[in-house]
Nanobody, 124 residues
Framework: VQLQASGGGLVQPGDSLRLSCSAS????????IGWFRQAPGKEREGVSS????????YYADSVKGRFTLSRDNAKNTVYLQMNNLKHEDTATYYCAADRDINRIYYSTTLASYWGQGTLVTVSS
């Protein structure tokens, strides 16, 4: 079982990026998915999450209105579309999966499966 996060890069403020979380050995449409980020010297924080039943999507206040989480079940991939990026969005972004949404929503460490992280740098 492997999750792989990709799509990070160096962008300027106001630019957009789309992060991808793909999986092998895991059907992501059966799992709650979360995106987390960790900036240098800071604790990991939850950015966005969705339950397996897709009955609601959570966004941190800091990204609400700018980031959108979506699934493409045919590609077994989850995306995080990030628009109007800001300096404070600079971080390594991780995707995670778990059968239990509570391990995604209430924790930044308890999810069963984690991608390796992809670095997003927003710099002018």
């Amino acid at each position: 079982v492997q999750l792989q996060a990709s799509g990070g890069g160096l962008v300027q403020p106001g630019d957009s990026l789309r992060l991808s979380c793909s999986a092998s050995g895991l059907a992501l449409d059966r799992y709650a998915i979360g995106w987390f980020r960790q900036a240098p010297g800071k604790e990991r924080e939850g950015v966005s999450s969705i339950s397996a039943s897709d009955d609601g999507t959570y966004y941190a206040d800091s990204v609400k209105g700018r980031f959108t989480l979506s699934r493409d079940n045919a590609k077994n991939t989850v995306y995080l579309q990030m628009n109007n990026l800001k300096h404070e969005d600079t971080a390594t972004y991780y995707c995670a999966a778990d059968r239990d949404i509570n391990r995604i929503y209430y924790s930044t460490t308890l999810a069963s499966y984690w991608g390796q992280g992809t670095l997003v740098t927003v710099s002018s």
